[in-house]
Structure formats: C-alpha cells, structure tokens
C-alpha cells in the first residue's frame, strides 16, 4: 500500500510537473503593439531596413550584421563588432523570437522592439549614425524608400516609422516547431530520451525558477517590464572570476539603483544551442559549461556530466523551424552613394 | 544631290552604327565551365558560402558583406572594409553578371570566378582566414555543409570545391531585361531620348572603343583572357592628380611587365549607375564625374555638360532586373561557436 501511494504521487507528480512548469509551445503570435499594426507591406519596408547597410554610416553595418536572421539571430561572436572595426561592451543577443520578450537589451533597457531598433543605428560604436535627422535624411534620399515610407506611413518618414517597421519585421521572425513544441503538443516520441531526462533535470535543479513561460524567459509580465535576475547570485565562484560574470553591473548601469547591481533580463532558452558563445559577455565559449556556470552561481549546485548531457538535450530541443524567406531587395540609389565612403 | 547622299550616309550611317557597335542584349546564359557544371544543390550550397561570415576569421564578414546581392553587388564604398575594420586597396567590383568577363579583379589576375573566388577568404585584410587547410576544417564542424559536399562534390569538402560551389552561384547572378536590353530587342519606346541620344554620344565621342560587347566591357575574349586598357591613358591630367589615378600601377603589380603600368580591366557598364563611387580607388563620387574623367583622361576630350546628361542618361538604361531569392538558410552549428570569438 505504501508503495503503492508513492507510485501514484509519482504519476501525480509527473502530471503535475509540466503543468507546474508553465511549459509551452510557442504561441502562433507575438503581442502586437496597438499603434504599430501589422501590414505586409510594413515587414517588407522593415526587412529592407534590417538588411540595409546604408543605415550605418560608413555603409558597412546592418542590423543583420550582428543578428544575422540567416542563422542564430545572433553574430556568434562574444561582442560584436561595429563601424570602424569596433567590439561592443556585450554579446548580441538574437532576435528572433525577440518579439515575445517585454524588455529589450541585456539590460531591459528598451521597453519594445521599437524602442530597441532605435538604439543601435546611433550608437557610435555599432552603427555610427550621428543623430536620428542624418537617418531620415539619408533615406529620403533614396526614391524607393519615400515611395514605400508614403505607401506604408502616409508619407511620413520619421525615425519612429523606421523603427516601427523594423519591429513589424522582427515581429515575424518566429521559431515554432521545435522538438519541444511538437512534444508539447501531443507528440511523445519528439523529444530523445536524453532531452526528456533534461526536461525533468531543469526542474529538479531549479533552473525553471526563472526559465519557464513558452520562451522560457520568465513568467508573463506586462510589456516593457522585464523579468530581472541577479546573476552571478551566488558570489564569488572561481567561474565569476574565470569568465568575468561581476564586471558588467547590468541593470544598475540604467538604472543607478542599488538593487539593480549585476540584475539582467533573463534570456529566453529558445533556440539556445545556436547562440554560443554565452552570456552578456559572451565568455563562456560552449553550451554545456554555460549549464555548469548557471547551476553553479544561480543556484550553488554542482551537475554531474549526465545532468549536464541531458540538460544540454533539453535546449537542444528548444531549437525551432526558421521560416523561408525572400531575399529583400534594397531600394537603389543611383549616380552616387549615400554613405560615407572613405 | 550632294545632299542627298549626305543624308543617305547619315542614315546608312545611324543602321551601321548599332552593328557597328557590337552592342548586344546581355545573353540568357554566361559561360560555364566544363569542369563545373550548373546544378541547383550546387548553386545553392554556393550561394550559402557567398552569405557566410563564418567563412571570415572573425565571423564578421562574408562575400555579400562587399558584394552585396541585395542592392548593387558592392558596397557602394571607395575600398571596401574587411575584419578587424581593415580598408583595402581597391574597390569592390560588382559581382553581378561577372560572369560574363573574361578576367576578374582589376587587374585580371584571376582568370575565372573560381580562382577568384579563393582570394578574398585568404587575403589578412579581407576575410583573413590563415589557410585554406583552416577553411576547410571550419566547414567539416558544420553538419549541414559536410551533408551538402557530400550530395553536391562525392564528400570532398575542398577548398577548390567550395570555390566552384561559390562560382556557380555567381553564375546566376545576372540582370537582364534593362531599358536598354528591351531597346535591342525591339522596344524603342523604352530608352528616354536623353538615353538615346547618349547610346549615339557614346560613340561619337569614342567611349565604344573600349566598351563593347553585351557587357561593355570589351571585346569578346577567351575565358582567362582580361581586356585591358591603360588608364590614365592621357597623362598629367588635373584629374589624375585630384583622384590619384596613376598611383596603382594596376596590372603591373601582377606581371611586374613595364607594358603593363597602369593597364586595367576595362570595367563592364552594367549597373554603373548603382555601382559609385568610380574606378578602381573609387575616388570619383559621382557618375557625371566618372564620365567627364573618362572622357578627359582616355580620349583628351572635355565633353560638354549635355554630353554628359546624355551619357549618364544612357548608362542608367544599363540598369537590369534583378532577379528574387530566398534569402539562404545557413547550416547550424549546434552548443558553440565556429568563429574566433574575441
């Protein structure tokens, strides 16, 4: 008898985990803002923009130069690297999937995808433009942009407009279908044996503490609030010094507000196996050692080779179906050029 | 009657002249090699490579970073900008219909796609990979490429195979049916007069001794065989001086032959309006000043500035239809990264 309850609870338990879990197939959509509706037309203008290099000043950076939509979203590099060869103070986070986060940047400084694509475009060290009139003035020169700015925007060719088409276009960048999802979705045999262990490992470690919600990035929060978490929040590890994990204060250098020292937004596990090298820092160069760092600061645990294997399956099954695309064509501009060219 | 026959040689003259000219629509097909024959797995594996920063050492630059295929097949930028953010010494040349010429690079020293192909990859200050050997090894990690070698070349990731595969892409990269292809077939609605009464400056002037042929970029030669002009061919021009024209002695530098200081492929005109900034230093800014240049310092002639309306006029009807694609889906490499990361 006794036995026989503890199999029941086990069953129960089972059950229980995935609902408990907040485990979930990749919605169909992302949050739509209200004052930046979809349009075909839109993602088209946002697409060229993504791609266009002539949106960084000296013509050799694009958006998807450091998230390259070709692959992981991401650059693979620790940092990336800007106009004039420069590096960046942390690793380019990808984009896809971007759009069901609530807090863009590291940090969660941009509140909306909007608001992120702002940024980049005028920092100096990652595409160089010296202010938001040089941008507008740029692409007004180019016919085929003011044709599709007055198509999409009313004429209206404003910084704000590039930015919402370019969040439009992220706002497709969807990677559904993972093993994960199609498991999750009814299909047992789409997970190894291996990914399932793990899906059971993340709980029993507490790595779900933070990782749940169908990206894996946190419990829902409203849009523009992030979910923040301390990281390293157990002190002093020989992998905090060996990968630099307390040099960036994250958070607090947004805020300035104590309690948001070494606090980052916490990144989505969707498609995690393609976006080595790992972390704000981009330090930590493979994805198993990045299983042994997090358990071992977040959570003052030491995983055995087989947890790790099987945690390292688990993401691995995260990894989703990139959606066939067109190649845009950017709008040309004739009899000259429009960056700097020196 | 000395007028009529005055006027009859103008006729007669105006028939000839078309002929005469050796202008041609562009062909449906450029050349291709017996030794790399066209299939679709092996454009495609090509034209993965050509969007491939993982092919540079840094994962920062790919062919289309110079050469882009969305826009112009350059970067629109006096010399191009490699890893590290390292300039280089000429600028890059479109790779659309490239296919067509007989020699590539500027100075011809690559005598098909193939071997030029294998250039940039190596070269410190473009893709800066050290070795062929290093090339190859990072491609044999990637499961997808060792999968698309073996369908495509019987399993033999080489560098020479990656060229080939790379080539046969580029061998689809052609514009036809420009304002000007659709005049030689028939439509003399579809070049403005300006642009027709360019087509016959172009001749008058002399421009045609050089530009001929489908591409304008020469009489037809043998596959490995560059036509090659002296340039500047008037010297101690103020145009020399202010662009620098005579610094790079051009194929010289190649054959160390004293015939050949300051020789050059004599670029195609396809697309030359999308193509600024001009020549091989790409220091001329604009198309009108190219033209002027040209006439200056090739044929000791000061063109007037209607001459030169008329030209650019015709030289924009040479722009083609560039054709869609998908945008490459790039194979993954899975829990790490491939690239130098610092």
């Keep these: ?5 503890s199999v029941l609870f086990g069953i129960f338990g089972l059950i ?15 949050p739509i803002p209200a004052d930046n509706p979809m349009s075909a037309a839109k993602v088209a203008l946002g697409k060229q923009l993504f791609f266009d290099p002539r949106l960084s000043v000296n013509g ?5 130069s ?10 693979n590099r620790s940092v990336s690297v800007g106009v004039g060869g420069q590096k960046g103070g942390r690793s380019a986070p990808t984009v896809w999937n971007a759009a069901f ?13 909007e608001d992120q694509a702002k940024g980049p475009i005028l920092n100096p060290i990652e595409m160089g433009m010296p202010n938001e ?14 044709a599709q700015f007055d198509e999409v925007f009313g004429g209206k060719l404003s910084y704000d407009n590039v930015a919402k088409a370019i969040a439009a276009y992220e706002r497709t960048l969807l990677t559904p279908n993972s093993a994960f999802d199609r498991y999750m979705k009814g299909d047992k ?3 190894s044996s291996a990914a399932e262990r793990g899906m059971k490992t993340v709980r029993d470690v507490g790595c779900t503490a933070c990782h749940t919600g169908p990206d894996f990035a946190g419990p829902k929060m409203p849009m523009g609030q992030g979910f923040y978490q301390k990281f390293p929040t157990f002190a002093g590890t020989e992998y905090e010094k060996k990968y630099r994990l307390a040099d960036d204060l994250g958070r607090y250098t947004v805020t300035k507000s104590d309690g948001d020292r070494n606090m980052w937004r916490v990144p989505s596990w969707r498609n995690v196996a393609l976006t080595a090298p790992y972390f704000h820092n981009g330090s930590v160069a493979t994805l198993d050692e990045a299983v042994r760092v997090m358990a071992k600061t977040q959570l003052d645990k030491n995983l055995s080779d087989r947890q790790v294997k099987d945690i390292v399956a688990f993401l691995n099954s995260l990894t989703g179906e990139f959606p066939e695309q067109t190649l845009p064509r950017l709008p040309d501009y004739a009899n000259g050029s429009v960056v700097e060219t020196d």
């Design 66 to 75: 450091c998230h390259n939509v070709m692959s992981s979203g991401t650059d």
């Design 189 to 191: 045999e789409a997970l």
């Design 16 to 30: 229980a985990t995935e609902a408990a879990l907040a485990f979930d197939a990749l919605p169909d959509q992302p």
């Design 133 to 146: 009139q040089a941008v507008i003035d740029r692409l007004s020169k180019i016919p085929g942009y003011v």
């Design 101 to 113: 986060l609530t807090a863009q940047f590291w940090d969660g400084r941009a509140a909306t995808l």
């Design 60 to 64: 050799t950076v694009s958006c998807n």
């Design 1 to 5: 008898m006794k036995y026989g309850i």
